[in-house]
């Protein structure tokens, strides 16, 4: 997995801006599908230790991307979310998350980006027999890039991303009151009734280029 230095250095901006974590779709190029040219944001309620996306906010990003021309191989596989802490190995609903929400799709990508420059990335096949594996991160200068620009990157922020206490959505009384109106999170923000549609999204499976490695501190 590659990222441009643009993205790359969007995502390290967004990691910082809040004290939650936030996450997003990496958008890729038509050719190089583990290459990140972009980072895109959708709405969301964040805590230090989750994110739930806006389901009407996704459908959204969906067909705007569609509209560009992108096709769903581009930036529909790869969620990118972030972590407050050191650690980037996924948390159990990190993994709920990513089984239930690309458990449909030919394959998919989950991407964590720490602190200190600790990231963990891995590549899951559903197609076939299945699989998965970690996969190194790098950051690739080969190709022409856009400046940074801090000031598109925290608008995009502010527009898309409500930072809330966790025992603020989920505390004692939530978790011992059944009828509660405080309810525990439901990871990404899709209604596991509703995953369905998202097949609609996924094309045949297109062979992935072999990735040529590029040094850089942060790995797996």
């Known amino acids: 997995m590659r990222f441009s230095p643009a993205a790359w250095a969007k995502l390290l901006f967004l990691r910082d801006l809040g004290e939650t ?25 964040c805590t ?17 991307q569609v ?39 030919d ?15 891995r590549l899951r096949f559903n197609a076939g027999p299945g699989g998965e594996m970690p996969i190194p991160v790098a950051v690739d200068y080969r190709r022409p ?6 000031d598109a990157w925290r608008a995009e922020y502010s527009a898309n991303v409500q930072e809330e206490e966790f025992f603020d959505r989920i505390g004692p ?8 109106e405080k309810k525990p999170f439901v990871p990404f923000g899709f209604d596991r009734d509703a995953d ?15 990735m040529e490695e590029v040094a850089l501190g942060s790995h797996i």
């Open 21 to 45: 974590e936030v996450g997003g779709f990496g958008v890729t190029a038509a050719e190089d599908l583990l290459f990140v040219e972009d980072v895109v944001l959708v709405k969301q309620i």
């Open 107 to 121: 394959w998919a990508l989950m991407f964590i980006l720490a602190q200190n420059g600790q990231s963990y990335a």
């Open 173 to 180: 009384a939530a978790l011992s009151d059944p009828g509660s």
């Open 145 to 150: 890039f856009p400046a940074s620009d801090h």
């Open 196 to 210: 369905v549609w998202l097949d609609d999204w996924f094309g045949p499976f297109e062979e992935l280029p072999l």
């Open 67 to 105: 509209d560009r021309g992108l096709k769903p191989q581009q930036f529909a596989r790869i969620w990118v979310h972030t972590h407050p802490g050191d650690c980037p190995q996924p948390s159990d609903t990190d993994e709920e998350t990513f089984g239930r929400v690309f458990g449909a799709t």
């Open 48 to 64: 230090p230790l989750s994110v739930v996306f806006d389901d009407v906010a996704v459908a959204d990003f969906f067909d705007q």
